[in-house]
């Protein structure tokens, strides 16, 4: 019963990753201060998608992260549920700008993290890159979903 067990979770981890290469992928940067921070991120704009997220990802390039787009301002808050690798948590408004920062999230933590005020997407990037970077609150997240971001 417990090899069945084992093969289940690997087959349903399997379909998870499978899906999750499904979906749209599209470049993004983030202005701060005079830089500009180039990532190819994966976009999870319905229901199923932002729930699944990066959960049962073993890796993240440094380069790469996951855009969760809300489709107008609210309430939120993320979870590292099954999520096997620490991930920063951009919180942007409206207009791309970024409110909130939460560093280097616990893997497979059920804590909730959210910013306190309504936004408009979250960025999920490698844990610790937004430190390396020197991103932080007040920084501006340019992407098409972003209404002053300039595309």
């Keep these: 019963m417990t090899r069945f067990f084992a093969a289940f979770i690997a087959a349903a981890a399997f379909l998870v ?3 999750a290469a499904q979906l749209p992928v599209t470049p993004l940067t983030i202005t701060s201060g005079e830089k500009t921070h180039a990532f190819t991120v994966e976009i999870a704009s ?7 997220g990066l959960m049962f990802r073993e890796s993240l390039a440094p380069d790469a992260g996951m855009l969760f ?3 107008q301002s609210r309430p939120a808050s993320m979870w590292m549920k099954n999520t096997l690798i620490p991930l920063d948590m ?3 408004d409206e207009t791309g700008r970024v409110v909130a920062i939460a560093r ?3 893997p497979r933590s059920t804590r909730s993290l959210g910013p306190g005020v309504p936004v408009r997407a979250v960025l999920e990037l490698p844990g610790g890159r937004a430190r390396e970077l ?3 609150p007040g920084d501006i997240v ?3 979903i972003f ?4 595309g």
């Excluded at 319905?46 to 699944?52: H, K």
């Excluded at 209404?147 to 300039?150: C, D």
Aim: charged share 15%; net charge negative; no cysteine.
């Design 17 to 19: 990753q499978l899906a």
């Design 134 to 136: 020197g991103i932080v």
């Design 147 to 150: 209404s002053a971001s300039g």
């Design 69 to 71: 787009d809300f489709g």
């Design 142 to 144: 340019k992407h098409p």
């Design 104 to 106: 280097n999230a616990v």
């Design 46 to 52: 319905t229901p199923e998608e932002i729930q699944q």
């Design 90 to 92: 951009l919180f942007m």
